[in-house]
């Protein structure tokens, strides 16, 4: 069961729960509500189909080079391009000082700050033409490349935010009602728990399953001898939320090669899953596509190597401790 407290917003929220002892609190806080704000208008545009030149010049967008023209003569801008774009402008026109933004659509951006972001803006990007879920997905690392905060958005029938901070998970919903004193802000909604049910949850399983070794394909009938749902959806996001709500795992084996961004979406949602007593493992390598290794041998992620290393690739199996580990022992 999650544990419900009263309603408030994020950001008082962030306020109460993290220490004023903790290291550059007031700088944290200013990063993770500017994304959070900057999720509002992408919100709106994915509603909206992403399609018109009108939001580019409104907020005053420039250099984005991935568009087509549509019958209108409107430019037709790529959903991760252009809120890429919109998460950058918000964080280099906040009072919030970076040490490197980095994302899929660009190279990093550095600063002279003392947290590190990643972002993957519309995690399952190729949904959005056929109105499935989509998300927003940000790590924040500190100066000595350790993940230290991190946090998705859903674009779903209504949009939700969940946080690990400070050996928590929360959840947060942003308020749409025109009625509501708090309109377009995120109220926390509870803190959650993750099943570790060992029959009976759900499997995302991605990759060619066709490619996959043999022990990833035993794997796999252990979890369907085990009841475990097959939902996988092509959102990363979308059904991590899912194996939260009703536990079981995640994966994406090689097949034969790694797919899935180390930094900007194994790791961040690995940060929440752990937080809440699950488990990651990373799954392959060049020499062994069976190769298991832990989260603790990534390499961190640094102002020094984020030119480098950014844009690395891995296998990987998270959720439920119970069923991941049944990996393990799988032959």
Known sequence: MSERIESIKLSKWLDNDIPHSFSDRDELIEIIETIADATIPIRGLLERGITSREIEQRMEIENVEKHTINLYGEAQIHEDVLTHSIILKALQESDANFLFIASEEAEPVLGNGKFGITIDPVDGSSNVIVNRTVGTIVGIYNEMGTLICSFYVLYGIYTNLVLALNGKVAEFILDTSPYSMTFYHYI???????????????????????????????????????????????????????????GGIYSYFPSPKAKIRTYYEWLPLAFIIKTLKGVFLIIGSTENTDEVKKMDNIEPLTVDNVNEIHMRTSGGLLGSEKPVTLFLSTT
């Open 188 to 246: 926390y909604q509870e803190l959650k728990k993750l099943p570790n049910n060992m029959e009976g949850g759900i499997r995302c399983l991605g990759g060619d399953s066709t490619k996959w070794s043999d022990k990833c394909k035993a794997y796999e009938q252990a979890l369907i001898n085990r009841n475990f749902k097959d939902r996988y959806s092509g959102s990363f996001v979308g059904d991590l939320h899912a194996i939260i709500t009703y």
